[in-house]
Antibody, heavy 119, light 110 residues
Framework: EVQLVQSEAEVKKPGESLKISCLGSGFSFSSYWIGWVRQMSGKGLECLGMIYVSDSSTIYSPSFQGQVTISVDRSTAYLQWNSLKASDTAIYYC??????????????WGQGTMVTVSS | QSALTQPASVSGSPGQSITISCTGTSSDIGGYNYVSWFQQHPGKAPQLMIYDVIHRPSGISNRFSGSKSGNTASLTISGLQAEDEADYFCSSYTSTRIVVFGGGTKLTVL
């Protein structure tokens, strides 16, 4: 079964760093794009960026460039913050592309990781 | 990149058909045939329902169909069922190489 399994929920304080993960299984991880999508409480979806696993090339949304770092190691993708803000509180989903083109849609979604940033 | 525009809510009775619109610009929907639709039930991750404007992934009911005209894409659900009640999001590839989503539409089955 093709699936993405994400790390557990996190509670952090403003200014702290965080790295959440997304483990892929059931498919050739290196042949696809892995993206990260944010959903703030009761709100819509926003794509932070994505990475092509085979060569680690990344594309970031202008809104999130410099705010987060997307990386990959073997069959696990990561989303990292160096200094969290309260406004980073949201559910973060990792997603797998349908094919190997950057235009391919997000076919498979992880279960989501809830990140809460509060003093 | 601004979010795509969707109606906040739509409703229909079982058996009826409904259509959800998604309006963008020539830099996203109008410029590419890379529109997708996702269904999200409360507390669950989104699920792909339509991709590349008109295509259904394996296992998705043919009651779901997509179309596009100019800068507006549409999702039509025919033969509404109670299980279709959910939030629906559209998305499009954009000229900035990033996917942009719509704000979401809550479908209520009366």
């Amino acid at each position: 079964e093709v699936q993405l399994v994400q790390s557990e929920a996190e509670v952090k304080k403003p200014g702290e760093s965080l790295k959440i993960s997304c483990l892929g299984s059931g498919f050739s991880f290196s042949s696809y794009w892995i993206g990260w999508v944010r959903q703030m409480s009761g709100k819509g979806l926003e794509c932070l960026g994505m990475i092509y696993v085979s060569d680690s090339s990344t594309i970031y949304s202008p809104s999130f460039q410099g705010q987060v770092t997307i990386s990959v190691d073997r069959s696990t993708a990561y989303l990292q913050w160096n200094s969290l803000k309260a406004s980073d509180t949201a559910i973060y989903y990792c997603v797998k592309s349908r094919g190997n083109a950057e235009t391919d849609t997000f076919e498979i979604w992880g279960q989501g990781t809830m990140v809460t940033v509060s003093s | 990149q601004s979010a795509l525009t969707q109606p906040a809510s739509v409703s229909g009775s079982p058996g009826q058909s409904i259509t959800i619109s998604c309006t963008g610009t020539s830099s996203d929907i109008g410029g590419y045939n890379y529109v997708s639709w996702f269904q999200q039930h409360p507390g669950k991750a989104p699920q792909l329902m339509i991709y590349d404007v008109i295509h259904r992934p394996s296992g998705i009911s043919n009651r779901f169909s997509g179309s596009k005209s100019g800068n507006t894409a549409s999702l039509t659900i025919s033969g509404l069922q109670a299980e279709d009640e959910a939030d629906y999001f559209c998305s499009s590839y954009t000229s900035t190489r990033i996917v942009v989503f719509g704000g979401g539409t809550k479908l209520t089955v009366l």
